[in-house]
């Protein structure tokens, strides 16, 4: 052997000896085989995991599609029968050598029995819980696994016949499980059962690192301190292991004894001069990379990766001489909450993919949204939502999932739900998109102005009380307080409902005066809270939807399918009686249908700009609510198809950074610019008074500087001066500014228009919009015109895809163009509906 081929071995023996050995733990998903049936039946039918029964009966034609006409009365068997799921577990060599095997499972709903190679593994009664076996005694090649689903009934019957009473509103309050299941008034009753999330085979040797939470101790401009708590399982007391974070070229190793069994370890990291993070509309959403790694000597015992935000966020509440605050403080600045409460997007599911996710928190990106309520009558969402909420600059109002109802207290429920707040706090913790833990929705409120009360000895209504102080004052708070205390904890929301005066002058409020009460829509402007997390009205959904669950093609409001698809008893009442305060009423259902729509979006932007404008004293606008879970008339602004309706797009223009919003108080037009921006501004501003021809009636010209972060009057105008009837004439304001802290000459112009009646008294001319479409390589481009003002136009078609704008004024001589984002290659059947040409239509 040469000198030359000797220094080559010696190269490769040494950088075999100095890379570490890959002992990490094997992760498998079980997801493969499995069947299913009814727990009486012979035989079994494959099965889809994760998923659920419905999904499953689906599949094989056993039920009609619950979601079409109104089958959703023909499944109602289906929860009513036990389930069983199986499959052939094979494991290979190299796992079955590992000296630990762990059988996990992530979501199972709910009663389940587990039974590996037909021994007992154990029961679980928590849809929300993760569940983990030892599997290392039971495991052999070939294993069979089977899980026996019990109807729900049969636990809550039990329970109930425990106590003396009833606890409202009924028997889900017992069962660990989406509330929204047993059916609310915009949802199914789709009681699902089965394997609902991942179920994973992890097998390792000796020691494993289980779980790694950054929290951030301080942040300043010039620096970041972060503790990482990790905890680690060991067989033994290992004399030296490497724990090693890797980030922006940094690298920070801790070599430290193990101690024999779990045991939580912590080290410290400085970040010099961080970048922080910040929701999309103020700054960029910044999230450093951190690659972990675990060796026990040259044995690599975990590898793993963190996005962490860093960013401080406070719930502050301050007494002062209304009431008491209520707003959050991002990173030092207090930051108004625009946004929507998010439901789940599918009764079933298994049906909700990634690209779902994806496409509707883009949806809210766009509609100037900062902030989400995950409404507590759902799921705690799967990683991708939060994920993604973390990268788009999105914050989320977390509820943990209790709604509308009062919860047992007895040893065991408790036990259960604190180990289900411990699952999900742990598993939230490290996002940046996380601003509060709430307790529940409504429960406080329900407790005490719903009646509840009613029927109850003095002894019951203690008892209850008890209960509810023990899960929402005591569990949840305390667990909050050990595993994620960089967070505020809210007892439940509202803090008051709108029988009680303080709703409009502390904590958070649900005002339905509007829509329960029939109270006018400008009940929001005289009532505002010091942060609205709930209002609402219901609108029809697309045409799309409508056609879904019809089955026809002709747009119906009158259609069979409503008795399950309208799931509020007054709702179609409200809806007209609404409409006819503002509207003209149509008779055609598609003309119907759209106007629903406009009555919608009215009323609720009147809410959210009053609460803007009112900033300070008010803080936030979240809106009931975002999404559907299936097609359904309700109070949603983007219907389950994935549609925007009016609301959606006008709430995008309410949303935006710098407003102007204008009102009509003591017979004068006050107009405000609200800005939400972090530096002051400088512009010219202009109101230009037009009547529906084109001709300019008054001007108002103004130089401002706009405080940052704020709401300023900067006009007033009276009625009076504007010389020709209110129905006749537009008011277009327009703000064209520049940062006064920006280096560069780019300028903004914001815009709005106003009109100082209700859209059915206005004198509007016939519909007369030219239009002039071109393809584009992601769709079309539709250019609009009119000689005369046209009011709310609607643009449809059948061609799947997405308008820029719809349900927008076209001004006198005005040429708007739109983009419609598709993959068709034509839309030959391109409509147009507006305000004039109903108003035409209804006096021929």
Request: aromatic share 12%.
């Amino acid at each position: 052997m040469n000198l030359k081929h000797f220094y080559i071995l010696l190269a490769i023996a040494i950088l075999f000896n100095s890379c570490a050995k890959d002992d990490r733990p094997t992760v498998v998903n079980i997801h493969q085989g499995w069947e299913f049936k009814q727990q009486t039946d012979t035989t079994w039918n494959s099965a889809t995991v994760p998923g659920n029964v419905y999904s499953d009966l689906l599949a094989h034609n056993k039920i009609p599609d619950p979601f079409i006409g109104s089958n959703e009365l023909n499944v109602q068997w289906v929860p009513t029968k036990n389930w069983e799921y199986q499959t052939t577990l094979n494991l290979d060599e190299k796992t079955l050598e590992k000296s630990h095997i762990e059988l996990t499972f992530e979501g199972l709903d709910t009663y389940a029995t587990i039974y590996l190679n037909d021994s007992l593994l154990g029961k679980t009664d928590n849809a929300f819980r993760t569940w983990k076996f030892n599997i290392k005694n039971l495991a052999k090649a070939n294993n069979s696994l089977r899980i026996e689903f019990q109807k729900t009934s049969t636990h809550e019957e039990k329970e109930a016949a425990k106590l003396d009473y009833v606890l409202p509103p009924g028997a889900r309050v017992f069962t660990r499980k989406a509330q929204f299941q047993y059916g609310w008034d915009w949802g199914p009753i789709i009681n699902t059962s089965g394997i609902w999330k991942p179920i994973k085979i992890t097998s390792w040797n000796n020691m494993r690192l289980q779980d790694v939470h950054f929290k951030q101790e301080t942040l300043t401009d010039s620096l970041a301190q972060l503790s990482v708590l990790y905890t680690i399982s060991s067989d033994e007391a290992v004399e030296e292991t490497s724990f090693e974070i890797k980030y922006d070229n940094t690298t920070h190793t801790v070599k430290s004894p193990v101690k024999k069994g779990t045991h939580t370890y912590a080290t410290n990291l400085q970040i010099k001069n961080p970048q922080r993070w910040w929701t999309h509309n103020l700054g960029e959403p910044y999230l450093y990379n951190f690659d972990i790694t675990l060796k026990e000597g040259k044995h690599l015992k975990a590898q793993q990766t963190a996005k962490i935000g860093l960013r401080t966020i406070k719930l502050i509440r301050e007494k002062d001489e209304k009431g008491e605050t209520f707003y959050f403080k991002l990173n030092g600045i207090p930051v108004f909450m625009k946004g929507a409460n998010y439901i789940p997007q599918h009764s079933m599911q298994d049906k909700v993919t990634d690209a779902h996710y994806e496409k509707l928190l883009n949806d809210v990106v766009d509609a100037n949204m900062n902030m989400l309520r995950v409404w507590g009558g759902g799921i705690y969402e799967n990683d991708i939502f939060y994920e993604l909420c973390d990268e788009k600059g999105i914050l989320v109002w977390q509820d943990f999932m209790f709604a509308c109802a009062m919860y047992p207290g007895d040893k065991a429920f408790l036990k259960n739900i604190e180990q289900e707040a411990i699952d999900q706090v742990k598993r939230l913790r490290n996002h940046a998109s996380i601003a509060l833990w709430c307790g529940n929705n409504e429960n406080n409120e329900a407790w005490h102005r719903w009646g509840w009360q009613a029927d109850k000895t003095e002894a019951q209504k203690e008892e209850i009380w008890n209960s509810y102080l023990a899960v929402f004052d005591r569990i949840l708070p305390k667990t909050v307080a050990k595993l994620n205390p960089e967070i505020d904890y809210w007892e439940s929301s509202p803090s008051y409902g709108r029988g009680d005066k303080r709703f409009q002058f502390e904590g958070d409020a649900h005002d339905w005066g509007v829509w329960h009460d029939a109270y006018p829509f400008e009940r929001f402007e005289e009532k505002v809270p010091r942060f609205m997390s709930e209002f609402g009205f219901q609108s029809f959904p697309s045409y799309e939807a409508i056609r879904m669950f019809t089955q026809e093609d002709s747009i119906s409001i009158n259609h069979d399918s409503y008795i399950t698809h309208q799931k509020h008893p007054r709702g179609f009442k409200l809806i007209r009686e609404y409409m006819e305060r503002d509207y003209p009423v149509p008779t055609s259902g598609d003309d119907y249908v759209y106007m629903s729509q406009l009555t919608q979006a009215k009323g609720m932007t009147l809410g959210m700009e009053a609460q803007r404008r009112a900033m300070p004293y008010c803080m936030g606008s979240l809106y009931w609510q975002l999404n559907d879970c299936w097609p359904v008339v309700s109070w949603s602004s983007i219907d389950f198809i994935g549609n925007w309706k009016a609301l959606h797009y006008k709430a995008k223009k309410s949303f935006e950074d710098v407003l102007i919003s204008s009102v009509v108080e003591n017979d004068t037009i006050k107009t405000y610019i609200v800005s939400d921006k972090l530096a002051p501004l400088k512009g010219d501003f202009f109101l230009d008074f037009v009547d529906f021809n084109g001709k300019n009636i008054h001007n108002v010209q103004q130089r401002l500087t706009i405080a940052p972060n704020t709401s300023q009057l900067v006009a007033r105008t009276p009625v009076a001066h504007i010389k020709i009837a209110p129905s006749a004439y537009v008011m277009r304001g327009t703000f064209t500014s520049n940062s006064s802290s920006s280096s560069d000459s780019i300028s903004n112009t914001t815009s709005s228009l106003f009109y100082v009646t209700r859209p059915k008294d206005l004198k509007l001319s016939p519909q007369d919009v030219s239009t002039e479409v071109t393809k584009t390589e992601t769709g079309f481009t539709i250019e609009l015109s009119a000689k005369t003002l046209q009011k709310d136009v609607f643009l449809y078609t059948k061609a799947k895809g997405h308008f820029s704008d719809n349900f927008f004024d076209i001004l006198p001589n005005q040429t708007i163009t739109i983009t419609f984002k598709t993959e068709a290659s034509a839309i030959d059947d391109l409509a147009i509906k507006t305000l004039n040409g109903i108003q035409e239509k209804l006096s021929l």
